[in-house]
Structure formats: C-alpha cells, structure tokens
C-alpha cells in the first residue's frame, strides 16, 4: 500500500483527480473483530472530472480505495495545470466544507415507544467516541439482539478527533 501525504494528487474510486487536504488517524471498534482497531480516514478535494471540467467537491476515503497519480496520467495533470493557471488557482482558493461522519447502533424496536420517547432518552451535547456510544445505549435497556430494529444516529459534526478517536454526538432515531 502506498504512503499517502497532504498534497498529494490521486485518483479514486470516483471520478476525477483529487487531492488530499487532511489525514486523520483514530481508533475504531471493528464490529467483526470486535475490538478496537487503528483506522484512517483521507480527506481529498477533486480538481477534475474525467473529462478534464472542473469539478470541485470533497469526499473523505479509506486509504485502500486510493490509487497515486503518476506517469502518464502525472504528466497530463501537470500539463492541465499549465494549460489552465487561473482554473489551477481556483481550484487552490477553494476551501471544503467540513465533512460529518456518522456512527449507527442497531437497537431493538421498543414496545409502547415512539423514536421521540428514544430520542428523548439521549443527551444532546455529550459527545461519545464508538464505543462509548455502545455502551450508553446498552446502559438505557436497549437491546440490540432481535427484530425489528431502529437506528440510533451518532453524528460527528466536520469530523471532531480527541484523543485518537472521533467524537459523535445523538443525532436522531430511524425506524428501520
């Protein structure tokens, strides 16, 4: 696997030509292995579609869906950077929006409860990591072990790291 860094320019599974901004390292429970795990997270802002427009959006990735830009297709960006200075400097000025991510917990579907009821349960302003999440929702009595189930939502706002974790927060209940 390669070692990526800030600035560098890559393509990945969407279309385009992007480039890293932001690296973040944490830990993750890992629902499989069911233990903590180190995860990253790459942050990329695309220069261009495949056709060569612009096409400036943000998206974050796991480093195994990245592919450097080198050799030919390194050349061919240089040569549109070139070609194209005030869109390149554009491009630079452009400052992405902080991206959310968002951490579900699988809980079975309470009997006499609305997800207001389930809502109303969670602090709005404490901030969780994964696994303290988990845990805060067993502690309430919700089970996650039949069916049918609803979804509380954890949200972490721009992606908030602490400590090597990230830090959602209660978002919602989902009935499915």
Same mark, same amino acid.
């Given at each position: 696997? %390669?070692?990526?860094? &800030?600035?560098? #320019? =890559?393509?990945? &599974?969407?279309?385009?030509? #992007?480039?890293?901004?932001?690296?973040?390292?944490?830990?993750?429970?890992?629902?499989?292995?069911?233990?903590?795990?180190?995860?990253?997270?790459?942050?990329?802002?695309?220069?261009?579609?495949?056709?060569?427009?612009?096409? %400036? &959006?943000?998206?974050?990735?796991?480093? +195994?869906?990245?592919?450097? =830009?080198?050799?030919?297709?390194?050349?061919?960006?240089?040569?549109?950077?070139?070609?194209?200075?005030?869109?390149?400097?554009? %491009?630079?000025?452009?400052?992405?929006?902080?991206? +959310?991510?968002? !951490?579900?917990?699988?809980?079975?579907?309470?009997?006499?409860?609305?997800?207001?009821?389930?809502?109303?349960?969670?602090?709005?302003?404490?901030?969780?990591?994964?696994?303290?999440?988990?845990? !805060?929702?067993?502690?309430?009595?919700?089970?996650? +072990?039949?069916?049918?189930? #609803?979804?509380?939502?954890?949200?972490?706002?721009? &992606?908030?790291?602490?400590?090597?974790?990230?830090?959602?927060?209660?978002?919602?209940?989902?009935?499915?």
């Amino acid at each position: 696997m %390669f070692e990526f860094k &800030t600035g560098d #320019w =890559v393509f990945t &599974t969407q279309s385009g030509v #992007w480039q890293i901004y932001r690296i973040e390292l944490f830990k993750a429970f890992s629902p499989s292995r069911k233990a903590l795990e180190d995860k990253t997270l790459v942050f990329a802002k695309r220069f261009i579609d495949d056709t060569g427009k612009a096409a %400036f &959006t943000q998206e974050f990735f796991s480093p +195994n869906s990245l592919f450097p =830009v080198k050799g030919e297709a390194e050349h061919d960006l240089d040569l549109c950077i070139k070609s194209h200075p005030k869109l390149y400097a554009k %491009f630079l000025r452009y400052k992405p929006e902080p991206i +959310n991510t968002v !951490f579900h917990c699988r809980v079975e579907t309470p009997e006499h409860q609305s997800t207001e009821d389930i809502a109303d349960m969670f602090p709005k302003d404490v901030e969780f990591t994964q696994s303290e999440a988990m845990k !805060f929702v067993d502690s309430l009595g919700l089970k996650s +072990n039949s069916y049918p189930l #609803w979804t509380v939502e954890f949200v972490s706002r721009g &992606t908030v790291l602490r400590d090597g974790y990230v830090r959602y927060v209660f978002n919602r209940v989902l009935e499915f």
